[in-house]
């Protein structure tokens, strides 16, 4: 059995104005036991469900794949990152236990941000300080 809040991420509704516009969700690839929010019940949410919490009007919703997936969109890049490992996972029939997605997500997201060090020649180095001062988007990788 799990509180909701252990893992979430952030999601926008951009299709449907009867659903809440921002909410918390995941996705249970497992059946679980999932605990209701200021309550002490627990709800057992089915496999491959996604499981939604909406804290303006406090309420835990359950949708499909099919119906989360033509509502909401991902709110912020961790969210993005996950969306797509669950679309990647379930296109790939790939089934992971709930306890190692955020553990493998969240390490995705750390490798991203790592700052990692370079070594440029002097052609690299005036190539980047140009398109510094031209305000060009930086790719490290092509210096």
Do not use: H
Request: with cysteine; aromatic share 14%.
């Amino acid at each position: 059995m799990q509180d909701l809040n252990t893992y979430f991420l952030q999601f926008q509704n951009i299709a449907n104005p009867k659903l809440p516009s921002d909410l918390d969700a995941r996705f249970c690839f497992q059946s679980e036991m999932v605990k209701i929010p200021n309550t002490d019940v627990f709800l057992e949410v089915p496999e491959n469900t996604w499981i939604a919490y909406d804290e303006k009007e406090d309420v835990l919703l359950t949708f499909t794949i099919d119906q989360f997936s033509n509502c909401f969109i991902p709110s912020n890049k961790k969210s993005q990152k996950y969306f797509e490992f669950i679309t990647d996972s379930l296109n790939n029939e790939y089934f992971p236990a709930n306890e190692n997605v955020f553990d493998v997500l969240t390490d995705e997201v750390k490798e991203e941000f790592l700052e990692k060090e370079i070594s440029l020649n002097l052609k690299g180095r005036l190539r980047l300080i140009w398109d510094l001062l031209l305000g060009k988007k930086i790719n490290i990788s092509k210096y």
